[in-house]
């Protein structure tokens, strides 16, 4: 059975806020050096791939991490590719307290976070455009590439498998989703995660 590959979800390289486990949602933070780093083992998995058009949100580190990976390469911005809004939690330490509050919110979707959206609302403003990305790849000759957040993989997997920790890559990871006759596969391509960390929505 054939399978195509129509479309690559990459994770953005890490910032500052990622080393010190704080939430970062919608603040719009830098890449650190390790980010940087991250984003140049992008550019060597994607050495001598043609590839189609290239998404990025309207963060800073997903047009850091599409730069550096695919330099020269015209991007373009998708606003609802923004990571799940954590609201007041933003720029918090990811303490225990805080990830059972949160995992509330996973397991009431439709419960907004405070100053932020619900997991609902979020699911809404998203998945419309993971399918858009994925029917770009397939019409054209070539896989499309969405530099996005880790929010956006989970939300990958959810779509196309029930599970939002179906996929989940590391901080310069890649997600690919395959076409076959029996429809849409997405699997981690690099830095596949096992990490508990890895296994919420918003790490």
Do not use: C, W
């Not at 940087?36 to 050495?47: G, N, P, V, Y």
Request: net charge positive; proline share 5%.
């Amino acid at each position: 059975m054939s399978h195509k590959l129509v479309a690559m979800f990459v994770r953005h390289g890490s910032t500052q806020l990622n080393d010190q486990g704080k939430f970062r949602g919608p603040l719009d933070v830098d890449l650190d050096e390790k980010g940087k780093k991250q984003a140049a083992e992008i550019a060597q998995h994607l050495k001598g791939r043609s590839v189609g058009p290239v998404f990025i949100s309207s963060k800073k580190r997903t047009k850091q991490t599409a730069d550096i990976a695919l330099p020269g390469k015209k991007t373009k911005v998708v606003k609802d590719f923004d990571p799940l809004n954590v609201g007041d939690y933003a720029g918090k330490d990811k303490s225990a307290e805080n990830m059972k509050a949160i995992e509330h919110y996973q397991n009431n979707p439709d419960e907004k976070i405070p100053g932020g959206e619900s997991i609902n609302d979020f699911r809404k403003r998203v998945n419309p455009k993971i399918k858009m990305a994925i029917k770009r790849g397939e019409e054209g000759r070539h896989p499309s590439v969405s530099f996005v957040h880790s929010s956006i993989i989970h939300q990958v997997g959810h779509l196309l498998h029930g599970d939002h920790n179906a996929v989940k890559v590391k901080p310069g990871g890649s997600v690919g989703v395959f076409k076959s006759p029996m429809g849409y596969t997405a699997r981690p391509l690099t830095k596949a995660s096992e990490s508990e960390e890895d296994k919420h929505l918003v790490s």
